[in-house]
């Protein structure tokens, strides 16, 4: 009888199995169809780990990354036409969305001098993103004094396709070089690393594997905004599913969604290998972070100034708390949140408890991290206020009204909005006053249902920091101090 139930749950596994294979098929069938040059290239000139042993300087990795743009240019660019239908097209040559035809292509690595530098700061963009989401940062940084360097991290820049290949391993590797290559360029002075989404996973990846290996270059301070430290738990399964897109026929499975390619310096269909990486990242970093307390080694850590929107429908925001600042000592660090704007957060409209993780931090014992709270000053009140405690402690202390306030209707921050600011001509919350150019800050396009491909979504999120002022000037005291102790 137990051999005949085991055969059966066997069969049944096997009929589940393939039935999973043919829905695959059914699905990935319709969206192959969709599959674009930009979803499909393969690229031999990205930078591999282990497998670019002539790539042994940052000034190497800009000589490939050439290399790696003239190939876009002509698999990709150059099998796509022009004309008003490709005016939204990022690539299409001479389109508002090439991103050539802005000042600076961010899509690439850049490297701004300082003459006497304080220090030097790295910048890593998260996944699918580009430099440009750092670049206001890197910009205002460099005229502060310091080096600063906006690493464009494999995968990224190029097209979508550049993504479904590379390894968060790869990633990694580029770190490193660009943080040697700082390293020397301003010792003694301190690096510090400005991570953003998975570029914060990848700066801790850094600052653990220095703590181990001392010939690594030492990270000054961590600055993570919107940082990855988990994610979804769906994202585990993602590798099983890239790996069937690999097969014939089967290629729309390398895609969590496929849209129009509008943005110049962010791909907007996601490869299914991104949150494969980002999960593999995500869970090496919290293992090691765990296991430095158990040795009782957190204190090696740098100090942390974590910055994130209480809402942030990307990455887990409890996990910065349990897989992070929670495992490390009183060891200088602090976590900056903003609230939900609470003078138009009507329960009518908004789900019953819309932020959660603020009635976490409200509500949990002291921590061994300093706490400020960026919120209304009351719940009907327009002014906003920083409120902060310091580590262990129970009662917000101090308390600095800022000059900004909440925009007309916007409700709350997104996990792509903290490190852009409002003038940014991109994103920010005005259209630049050149007819013509490209503005994807403000959108709203009306129609019925089904006729446009882009979800509603895309329209309503948030993509710049009204309160980005009071973040960089944090920011910016926050490198300063490690500075000053030299």
Do not use: C
Not at 36 to 53: I, L, M, N, Y
Not at 68 to 85: C, I, K, S
Not at 263 to 269: G, V, W
Not at 293 to 307: C, D, K, T, Y
Request: no cysteine; aromatic share 10%; net charge negative.
């Amino acid at each position: 009888m137990d051999a005949r139930k085991g055969q059966r749950i066997a069969w049944l596994f096997v009929a589940l199995l393939v039935s999973s294979f043919i829905i695959a098929l059914l699905v990935s069938s319709r969206t192959s169809s969709q599959l674009e040059p930009w979803h499909t290239v393969t690229f031999t000139e990205e930078f591999r780990a282990g497998k670019s042993d002539y790539v042994q300087s940052f000034n190497d990795y800009l000589e490939l990354e050439e290399r790696l743009f003239r190939e876009l240019e002509d698999e990709v660019n150059a099998q796509v036409g022009t004309g008003p239908e490709r005016a939204l097209l990022r690539y299409s040559r001479g389109s508002a969305s090439d991103p050539d035809s802005f000042p600076v292509n961010y899509n690439r690595s850049f490297e701004l001098d300082a003459d006497a530098p304080r220090g030097a700061v790295l910048l890593i963009h998260g996944m699918s993103d580009s430099p440009y989401s750092l670049a206001a940062i890197g910009k205002l940084l460099n005229g502060d004094g310091y080096q600063v360097l906006g690493l464009r991290v494999p995968g990224h820049g190029t097209a979508p396709a550049g993504l479904t290949r590379t390894r968060w391993q790869d990633m990694a590797a580029a770190v490193r070089i660009a943080m040697d290559h700082l390293g020397a360029k301003v010792a003694p002075y301190p690096v510090h690393i400005i991570g953003y989404s998975n570029g914060a996973a990848l700066a801790l990846n850094h600052a653990l594997s220095a703590i181990e290996d001392q010939n690594r270059t030492a990270v000054g301070s961590l600055i993570l905004i919107s940082p990855a430290i988990a994610v979804t738990p769906a994202a585990a399964l993602a590798g099983t599913k890239a790996w069937i897109g690999r097969l014939p026929g089967l290629g729309g499975l390398e895609y969590t969604q496929i849209l129009p390619e509008f943005d110049p310096f962010r791909y907007n269909s996601f490869p299914t290998n991104g949150a494969t990486q980002t999960h593999k990242l995500t869970r090496r970093v919290a293992s090691r972070i765990s296991r430095l307390q158990r040795e009782g080694r957190g204190s090696a850590m740098p100090p942390i100034l974590v910055i994130k929107s209480t809402i942030d429908a990307t990455v887990s925001n409890d996990a910065v708390i349990d897989a992070l600042l929670a495992h490390l000592p009183d060891n200088g660090n602090e976590l900056i949140v903003f609230d939900i704007n609470r003078s138009v957060a009507k329960t009518s409209v908004l789900v019953a408890n819309p932020s959660p993780f603020t009635s976490r931090l409200l509500d949990q014992p002291p921590q061994p991290f300093a706490l400020t709270f960026v919120s209304n000053a009351a719940p009907d009140s327009e002014v906003i206020v920083a409120s902060r405690k310091g580590p262990y402690e129970f009662e917000f202390a101090d308390q600095t009204q800022l000059d900004t306030q909440w925009p007309p209707g916007v409700v709350s921050l997104s996990h792509i909005a903290l490190p852009i600011p409002p003038n940014d001509p991109l994103y920010g919350r005005y259209p630049p006053e050149e007819r013509g150019q490209l503005f994807l800050g403000t959108q709203s396009l009306r129609a019925e249902r089904g006729v446009i491909r882009i979800p509603d979504n895309w329209f309503t999120r948030q993509r710049y920091n009204p309160f980005f002022p009071y973040m960089y000037a944090r920011i910016l005291e926050w490198i300063d101090a490690p500075s000053t102790d030299e």
